[in-house]
């Protein structure tokens, strides 16, 4: 099975809470009410300054992702 890159995910025990699930290395969820990220990999001490390099660049194309697929259900 091909997974997209991102995934919408809600869950009723957090109401306020829009999770996106970014499926690809490196693997995390984002809360976009918080932008509180949880890593889904375990990262060397070399790889968390690469990380942050790129952190907010998956942070920006989380959001992206979000707004497309909100502006589609709108339509």
Same mark, same amino acid.
């Given at each position: 099975?091909?997974?997209?890159?991102?995934?919408?995910?809600?869950?009723? !025990?957090?109401?306020?809470?829009?999770?996106?699930?970014?499926?690809?290395?490196?693997?995390?969820?984002?809360?976009?009410?918080?932008?509180?990220?949880?890593?889904?990999?375990?990262?060397?001490?070399?790889?968390?300054?690469?990380?942050?390099?790129?952190?907010?660049?998956?942070?920006e194309?989380?959001?992206?992702?979000?707004?497309?697929?909100?502006?589609?259900? !709108?339509?």
């Open positions: 099975m091909e997974l997209p890159k991102f995934l919408l995910a809600d869950n009723t !025990d957090h109401p306020e809470a829009i999770f996106i699930v970014h499926t690809e290395y490196p693997r995390f969820i984002i809360n976009l009410e918080n932008d509180e990220v949880e890593w889904m990999e375990e990262f060397s001490k070399e790889d968390e300054a690469d990380l942050m390099d790129e952190t907010e660049n998956l942070v194309a989380a959001t992206a992702f979000y707004d497309r697929e909100v502006s589609r259900y !709108d339509s």
